[in-house]
């Protein structure tokens, strides 16, 4: 490639970051009272928007698929979480809508890390986490950690050329104000999960927001790079 290919090159991945700055902000709002969404990857829709979201744990490294669960109850536990084979409280949390202590909730019982997968399509941007059932700053801290990646279940710690580490920290959500947290750089993909190992850890995803490009502007981003790639190919058989 020469330099000018190199330059228009990095022209359109400038062009779509422009283009991630300036899409629209849409939100979506995980709170409604869904119970069990199953394991098959759930699609959300907000507007024009479409996100899709999945939940999993890890176990060894291994991501293990689980079941999405959805929860409604004013004002602390209002969200997305996830139901596998290891929550306390004696009761299945497929059968409690109310949860039972951690059912149902982001958490990392007995050493399996839960994990909500958001996929947004396509690289985005200007991206807003909102967690809820989250306890108080002193005494049972629940810690959290979000990463951001264009891959898909990767090994999720922070390595600074795949794997972004974008939050980490405790916060509380007393009365249901929760916390927003901001979030800088695009991914496709975010992660949100608790602290690593075994702990007590449990939380819910309240909403996100995200900046995706409309589809006719990455279009017209993915068509300018073919033709690139096709001019480079012409002058190249040419020689």
Request: with cysteine; net charge negative; aromatic share 8%.
């Amino acid at each position: 490639m020469t330099w000018r290919q190199m330059g228009i090159a990095a022209g359109f991945a400038a062009s779509l970051l422009v283009l991630t700055s300036h899409a629209g902000a849409t939100t979506w709002d995980f709170s409604g009272a869904g119970g069990d969404l199953g394991t098959a990857p759930k699609l959300f829709t907000s507007g024009s928007g479409t996100i899709t979201v999945t939940a999993w744990t890890i176990s060894s490294g291994s991501f293990t698929v689980q079941h999405l669960f959805q929860r409604n109850e004013a004002p602390d536990d209002r969200g997305l979480g996830v139901c596998n084979n290891f929550d306390d409280g004696g009761a299945s949390c497929l059968s409690t809508l109310t949860g039972n202590g951690e059912n149902n909730e982001i958490d990392n019982n007995g050493g399996k890390q839960d994990v909500i997968r958001l996929d947004y399509g396509a690289i985005a941007g200007g991206f807003e986490v909102v967690l809820n059932s989250l306890d108080g700053l002193t005494g049972n801290i629940d810690n959290f950690q979000i990463f951001g990646s264009n891959l898909v279940n990767p090994t999720l710690a922070h390595n600074g050329s795949t794997v972004f580490l974008l939050a980490t920290g405790s916060q509380s959500s007393p009365g249901g104000v929760d916390p927003v947290i901001h979030l800088a750089g695009s991914y496709r993909y975010l992660y949100v999960t608790t602290s690593t190992g075994s702990g007590d850890d449990d939380f819910l995803l309240r909403s996100v927001t995200g900046r995706v490009p409309e589809p006719a502007s990455l279009a017209l981003l993915a068509s300018g790079l073919a033709a690139l790639a096709g001019a480079g190919a012409w002058r190249r058989r040419r020689r």
